[in-house]
């Protein structure tokens, strides 16, 4: 009991010692803008280029299968394995296990918001 006394004693008086400080008080608002200006800069804001299988709309994003075959011009293009790149991936219309990574199935119409 002596011993947890002393401890406790000793803790508390490291901790007075610790809070007690000359330095002026910072202004909160000072320091939220400067952190945000700092994390400004070292991520600027980036456009998000689309997909060729999304469309957005205000804070709405459209995706998948049926809005690829709307959007393009020659719909049965998408079927064919040997297209140009400007159709877009296969894996973008895909839908994968999120544990294991395992195709679950085909996204035909998505919205993200």
């Not at 809070?19 to 400067?34: I, Q, Y």
């Not at 600027?44 to 994003?61: D, Y």
């Not at 400007?86 to 195709?103: H, M, V």
């Amino acid at each position: 009991m002596k011993k947890l006394l002393i401890l406790f004693a000793v803790s508390l008086g490291f901790g007075a010692v610790a809070a007690s400080t000359n330095a002026p008080p910072v202004k909160l608002e000072d320091s939220f803008r400067a952190q945000a200006a700092e994390r400004a800069k070292q991520n600027p804001a980036t456009l998000r280029e689309l997909k060729p299988n999304e469309i957005a709309v205000g804070k709405l994003t459209y995706s998948g299968i049926v809005v690829e075959a709307v959007k393009t011009r020659a719909p049965l293009e998408l079927l064919n394995p040997a297209a140009p790149a400007r159709y877009g991936s296969p894996e973008d219309n895909l839908a994968r296990d999120p544990i294991n990574g395992r195709i679950r199935g085909l996204k035909f119409f998505a919205l993200r918001f």
